[in-house]
């Protein structure tokens, strides 16, 4: 059975106390002499150069696979078609937690030439001195690839502090509500569903509830074991679209009118039992609800494409037979009308992922020629033919999920108007604070007032009192 991976508390603190070992100069190197100044771009290697790539899975893992069978020898290809002795070497992963790992490793100055990265590591590894911006490791060289013009600016800048680029974004996602059409059909709901207010979300679920009680109306990721997924899958979305925001006109929001009508949007999914609270307390909580989704036992999730390519798909951990006519989507609605943040009317948020390049590469140029290659129209098409999923190249998406009408759905209408997490390193402990929050709402530990005040103090306690705003 195919899991949904996830950390540990006490790996976040490993992480944590690396972060300040690199930031009290664990590492006798000094990468940042110049103040993280553009270099000149570095002179060709006349010598043999061998570079190392890692990717946190292992064969028969597609990424993998284009790696070893496309990247590699296209890339090595390419340099001996330019007289140059380039080899790569892949370093399998598969390791429960990643990050730290990647955070030990270049904490001491050692680790792969270059490495797959999440979004959201971007802050912290900046902060801590682990990564440096990629003009500082090779030089202004960086502006002129080509894919920028290809990549939109949100989503190259999911991979940028303080306006400076670390890495190169190569897919994203988006957030939507997926639906079993088959369930809708036999409720009595309409299989086109597009809800345009959080009432209509509610009144199709009490439907469900009524017609068909033997399913679970709907699910909203919440609570602590759901770690990331009860932010980004759930609260922030929501928090969206009652026109608020997590960081707003340089500080943290904390307890606000959106946070609470946010809150009470929480209170009446779970009160009203149209969703399943024990399902958020428990490790396995997310798998299940794939798994009860893809059974026809669940009837309406917030999700990413993910659970389309990855989690349903023939391939993923829970298939469905027929998914395209089971499985329905939508855009998420704001509370009402124009009432979403910036004044729209449908959010949503993303993720994504892409490469860094270590700062300690003995080949800073020959590090970027495979990280850009990696990136280019061709490879990212082959990697695309191979898994079809959304990309942050828009010309790529154009042809490579063409007959995905899913992942087509995002590209063109949902990454329009999404949000990305605040670039800020602070984030993973906010990130803890929320799913806290939420659990001790649905778990009915805290009513909306004290939970919401409690998170303000706590947001306090992580960003300073100054740094955070309330109403």
């Known amino acids: 059975m195919k899991t949904y991976l996830r950390g540990s508390r006490f790996a976040a603190a490993i992480f944590a106390s690396v972060l300040v070992l690199a930031a009290c100069g664990g590492d006798d190197s000094d990468p940042s002499d110049d103040d993280g100044a553009a270099q000149e771009a570095p002179e060709p290697s006349d010598d043999p150069v061998h570079l190392t790539i890692s990717h946190n899975a292992v064969r028969p893992d597609v990424v993998a696979v284009w790696i070893e069978d496309y990247v590699i020898p296209e890339f090595e290809a390419a340099m001996a078609a330019e007289g140059r002795e380039v080899t790569v070497e892949h370093i399998e992963g598969g390791v429960d937690d990643y990050k730290t790992q990647l955070a030990l490793d270049l904490s001491v100055g050692e680790g792969p030439d270059i490495t797959s990265f999440d979004q959201f590591w971007t802050a912290e590894f900046a902060a801590g001195g682990l990564i440096e911006p990629l003009e500082t490791v090779v030089g202004d060289i960086v502006n002129d690839w080509e894919g920028w013009d290809q990549i939109p600016e949100a989503v190259s800048g999911s ?73 980004l899958q759930g609260f922030i979305p929501i928090l969206l679209g009652a026109g608020g925001d997590l960081y707003a006109d340089g500080s943290w929001q904390g ?6 009508e946010t809150l009470e949007f929480y209170s009446t999914v779970f009160d009203e039992g149209l969703a399943d609270s024990d399902m958020q307390l428990v490790t396995d909580g997310r798998d299940r609800s794939f798994e009860a989704f893809a059974d026809g036992n669940l009837a309406i999730m917030i999700e990413s494409d993910y659970l389309w390519r990855g989690v349903i798909n023939p391939d993923g951990g829970f298939p469905i037979d027929g998914r395209e006519d089971l499985v329905g989507w939508a855009l998420i609605p704001a509370q009402q009308p124009g009432a979403g943040i910036n004044g729209q009317d449908f959010v949503s948020a993303s993720g994504g992922t892409g490469r860094v390049i270590n700062p300690n590469t003995e080949h800073p140029l020959e590090a970027w020629e495979l990280l850009s290659f990696m990136g280019s129209y061709e490879a990212q098409l082959d990697w695309v033919e191979r898994e079809p999923r959304i990309t942050a190249r828009e010309d790529v998406n154009e042809v490579g999920i063409a007959e995905d009408p899913m992942q087509s759905f995002v590209a063109e209408e949902v990454l329009p108007l999404t949000w990305y997490r605040p670039g800020f390193e602070e984030y993973p402990q906010v990130s803890e604070a929320i ?23 706590n947001l306090e306690g992580i960003v300073g009192a100054d740094n955070v705003s309330g109403e």
Not at 184 to 205: R, Y
Not at 255 to 260: A, G, I, K, S
Request: proline share 6%; charged share 25%.
């Open 159 to 231: 991979l940028a502090v303080d306006g400076q680029q670390y890495g190169i974004p190569l897919g994203t996602d988006g957030r939507v509500l997926f639906f079993r059409t088959d369930l809708f059909e036999q409720a009595g709901l309409p299989t086109d569903w597009q809800p345009t207010s959080w009432d209509e979300i509610l009144d199709a679920a009490r439907t469900i509830q009524s017609e068909l009680p033997d399913v679970i109306p709907m699910q909203l990721n919440a609570g602590v074991n759901m770690e990331e997924a009860t932010t």
């Open 255 to 260: 307890d606000t009118p959106q946070l609470r």
């Open 435 to 457: 799913q806290r929050m939420v659990e001790n709402v649905i778990a009915g530990r805290s009513d909306v007032d004290s939970a919401a005040q409690e998170f303000h103090s």
